[in-house]
């Protein structure tokens, strides 16, 4: 059997997905590293789970020692790096958690990887490769014209951001340092099935549902290119495939919305599938709250290279992919339920203490 890739953080929404996308089309393993954190669980692989190319296991990035006996037992050919924390407004609330993941975390996977690498014999040694998955974020905020490119510089705002970028770079200097094949992939906003509901799109539907307010940061016209899911995991297999170690690749989706047209476009699906609320119209729930601090106001990516030199493009457009998501969560409610403790209640993060709605 073709040896395992290890993706990391491959319970959460991205890499979860990614996980479930690879079993369905490729036929060599996937080993899975996940800490298990508040946005992860093993109910949102249930399909998957006990599939006989899946390997899981528990455990942290930051634990090198651990991360060295995983890759010395499965001996991967690749390592896909999702693993992260994630959510702006908890990056405001509590940056260190992001700084020990994001920063500390990735420096010690790369190590981690790195010693491997270097005893790896020929040919495996050089068909090995660390792929990073990064964000737009890190390139910091957009004026109303112009987008992103993979030579933009960057400037990140958020905790969350600053965080992202520092495991960029130290991902760029394994590579130039030490001749690590490494990739780093910057997408744009992802959505899609399995996402954890303090994103705004799940968490906007399920608010909906349930007649509860559909809270607006500021004015609602900050802009973010969406991406579905799905796009976004054929994308990573394609640079995983066919990316030169050492480049950067920028994933969009080539649709750009303010956020909120993104929930009104979520109200009227809500409204269309689901006649019955008593709030019909939703677009009554919204309110206007207090803006994210230092929230960004524009995101755009240019998809260019990846399309010319590797070929892919999306394949979803926005209003077929939030449909298409606004139907996986009416169906799924008791997904919703099971991977929501108490730790989360759809409350607002990212206020500092003095501030209120």
Same mark, same amino acid.
């Given at each position: 059997?073709?040896?395992?890739?290890?993706?990391?953080?491959?319970?959460?929404?991205?890499?979860?997905?990614?996980?479930?996308?690879?079993?369905?089309?490729?036929?060599?393993?996937?080993?899975?590293?996940?800490?298990?954190?508040?946005? *992860?669980? !093993?109910?949102?692989?249930? #399909?998957?789970?006990? =599939?006989?190319?899946?390997?899981? $296991?528990?455990?942290? &990035? *930051?634990?090198?020692?651990?991360?060295?006996?995983?890759?010395?037992?499965?001996?991967?050919?690749?390592?896909?790096?999702?693993?992260?924390?994630?959510?702006?407004?908890?990056?405001?609330?509590?940056? *260190?958690?992001?700084?020990?993941?994001?920063?500390?975390?990735?420096?010690?996977?790369?190590?981690?990887?790195?010693?491997?690498?270097?005893?790896?014999?020929?040919?495996?040694?050089?068909?090995?490769?660390?792929?990073?998955?990064?964000?737009?974020?890190?390139?910091?905020?957009?004026?109303?014209?112009?987008?992103?490119?993979?030579?933009?510089?960057?400037?990140?705002?958020?905790?969350?951001?600053?965080?992202?970028?520092?495991?960029?770079?130290?991902?760029?200097?394994?590579? =130039?340092?030490?001749?690590?094949?490494?990739?780093?992939? @910057?997408?744009?906003? @992802?959505?899609?099935?399995?996402?954890?509901?303090?994103?705004?799109?799940?968490?906007?539907?399920?608010? *909906?549902?349930?007649?509860?307010? !559909?809270?607006?940061?500021?004015?609602?016209?900050?802009?973010?290119?969406?991406?579905?899911?799905? #796009?976004?995991?054929?994308?990573?297999?394609?640079?995983?495939?066919?990316?030169?170690?050492?480049? $950067?690749? @920028?994933?969009?989706?080539?649709?750009?919305?303010?956020?909120?047209?993104?929930?009104?476009?979520?109200?009227? &699906? $809500?409204?269309?599938?689901?006649?019955? !609320?008593?709030?019909?119209?939703?677009? @009554?729930?919204?309110?206007?709250?207090?803006?994210?601090?230092?929230?960004?106001?524009?995101?755009? &990516?240019?998809?260019?290279?990846?399309?010319?030199?590797?070929?892919?493009?999306?394949?979803?457009?926005?209003?077929?992919?939030?449909?298409?998501?606004?139907?996986?969560?009416?169906?799924?409610?008791?997904?919703?339920?099971?991977?929501?403790?108490?730790?989360?209640?759809?409350?607002?993060?990212?206020?500092?203490?003095?501030?209120?709605?």
């Amino acid at each position: 059997m073709a040896a395992p890739i290890l993706v990391t953080g491959g319970v959460g929404f991205i890499g979860g997905n990614f996980v479930r996308q690879w079993l369905a089309h490729e036929q060599t393993p996937v080993v899975n590293l996940d800490k298990l954190t508040y946005a *992860a669980n !093993l109910d949102s692989l249930e #399909d998957v789970l006990d =599939h006989p190319l899946h390997v899981f $296991v528990q455990g942290d &990035i *930051a634990d090198g020692p651990r991360v060295r006996r995983i890759l010395a037992e499965h001996r991967p050919r690749a390592i896909v790096h999702f693993a992260a924390e994630s959510h702006v407004d908890r990056s405001i609330d509590g940056p *260190a958690a992001f700084v020990e993941t994001n920063v500390v975390g990735t420096f010690r996977l790369l190590e981690a990887a790195r010693q491997f690498w270097c005893e790896l014999p020929q040919p495996e040694r050089s068909r090995f490769r660390f792929l990073h998955v990064s964000t737009d974020e890190v390139y910091g905020s957009l004026g109303p014209v112009g987008r992103f490119t993979e030579t933009s510089p960057y400037a990140p705002n958020s905790p969350y951001s600053a965080s992202k970028a520092a495991g960029d770079h130290f991902v760029r200097a394994y590579h =130039h340092t030490y001749g690590l094949p490494a990739l780093v992939t @910057n997408c744009s906003n @992802n959505y899609g099935p399995y996402q954890f509901p303090e994103k705004l799109i799940p968490l906007m539907v399920l608010n *909906a549902l349930e007649g509860k307010p !559909l809270p607006v940061y500021g004015d609602g016209q900050q802009v973010r290119d969406w991406l579905y899911v799905a #796009d976004h995991c054929r994308a990573i297999q394609t640079v995983l495939a066919k990316g030169d170690p050492g480049e $950067v690749y @920028n994933i969009g989706g080539n649709c750009e919305r303010a956020n909120l047209d993104v929930v009104r476009a979520i109200c009227e &699906i $809500v409204d269309r599938l689901c006649p019955g !609320l008593s709030h019909v119209p939703c677009s @009554n729930l919204i309110s206007y709250v207090a803006d994210r601090p230092g929230h960004d106001r524009r995101y755009a &990516i240019d998809a260019g290279k990846i399309r010319r030199e590797l070929g892919w493009e999306p394949q979803e457009n926005f209003e077929s992919g939030l449909e298409r998501t606004v139907r996986w969560y009416l169906e799924n409610r008791a997904w919703v339920e099971r991977v929501c403790s108490g730790a989360y209640r759809r409350e607002r993060l990212g206020l500092p203490a003095a501030s209120s709605q």
